[in-house]
């Protein structure tokens, strides 16, 4: 088994005992994440007003992570118990194989996995943008997510090799590379655009409390998470780590809690006045926000006379924005 000896590292067989467990509690963690998130979306809300595609998004990341840990635990049960004595070359050899059964179908999870939540970040960054133009290259970056994560498994089933073959090898770096690039590329365009926004908010009504910075500060956060986690992951498999093993089966769940984490801190947000809930990720994701700047305000002044002789003064304030719906008109009397 030449591909056996041709990485290094940690034995495969401990690391996939390691991958499993830590798996586990990430896994557990983003099970929480998920109930959180589910209520922020559902909470006194109408079934009408619930934001149905992100609930199946949400869903669709549970059911995949949840594949892939069952898939995790069935792999080591295999490899340390059903096969230790009988597998030629024992369970190193085993945790080595890439046309294993256990060990395609994890990836091929983790693929589909990655598709998804890079696909909702790519529509992200077209909801805000409002034009095809800007996210040409997220989209062509994200068909070569599709591209070489899709070859990478079905050439990995049929040939009895290492991840670090060099064939192979070239497919898989392009993938990483790719949704690396894609997830920092449209989370920054994002960001950029609501600081854009936040920045003539501030020109117009300096005086604003509101801010819609927050929603920036917890895209960023979540690309971040993201990213660290590929690009430690991509680190292992340039230098031929097992390592890299174990961060695959790590992402999978750190792909659902980025994913999370930012409908559960824009619910907070949202629950802390943070422009009275208009500006939400789930409002983006559904085109329900068209955004351009805001107009300046217009004051209305009228005057009436009653009949007692003391006059009224009318005060209405249009807010021509896009944002919001104009209030209602007040009227405040007063004598002279």
């Known amino acids: 088994m030449s591909f056996v000896m041709a990485s290094s590292g940690i034995p495969l067989d401990t690391g996939a005992l390691i991958s499993v467990v830590l798996e586990g509690i990430l896994y557990g963690f983003s099970v929480l994440m998920f109930m959180g998130t589910i209520w922020s979306l559902t909470y006194k809300r109408q079934v009408q007003d ?53 060990f395609v179908i994890k990836h091929a999870l983790y693929v589909l996995q990655t598709l998804l939540a890079d696909g909702v970040v790519v529509f992200r960054c077209y909801v805000v943008w409002q034009s095809v133009w800007v996210i040409i290259v997220p989209t062509m970056l994200w068909c070569s997510i599709a591209v070489t994560g899709l070859y990478a498994v079905w050439n990995g089933s049929q040939y009895n090799t290492s991840i670090f073959d060099p064939v192979l090898e070239t497919w898989i770096l392009v993938f990483f590379i790719s949704t690396i690039v894609a997830n920092v590329l449209s989370s920054g365009l994002i960001a950029y655009r609501i600081w854009a926004i936040e920045r003539n908010i501030t020109k117009i009504h300096a005086s604003a409390k509101n801010t819609i910075m927050p929603i920036a500060r917890v895209l960023v956060d979540a690309a971040v998470l993201y990213s660290v986690a590929l690009i430690i992951t991509l680190i292992c498999f340039v230098c031929s780590n097992n390592g890299e093993y174990i961060m695959v089966d790590l992402v999978v769940p750190v792909i659902s809690i980025s994913f999370y984490m930012v409908l559960i801190r824009n619910a907070m947000n949202r629950n802390q006045n943070y422009l009275s809930a208009v500006w939400t990720i789930a409002e983006m994701e559904q085109g329900n926000l068209q955004i351009y700047p805001m107009t300046p305000l ?17 005060v209405a304030n249009e807010y021509q924005s896009s944002w919001r719906s104009p209030p209602k008109w007040r009227w405040y009397q007063g004598r002279k």
Not at 298 to 314: E, I, K, L, N
């Open 50 to 102: 619930i934001k149905r595609p992100i609930v199946v998004v949400a869903i669709l990341l549970l059911l995949l992570s949840t594949a892939h840990i069952v898939a995790s635990i069935i792999r080591v049960e295999d490899g340390l118990v059903k096969y230790r004595d009988t597998y030629p070359g024992g369970p190193v050899a085993f945790f080595a194989d890439v046309t294993e059964e256990m």
């Open 298 to 314: 217009q004051v209305h002044v009228s005057q009436f006379t009653r009949s007692d002789g003391t006059s009224a003064y009318g």
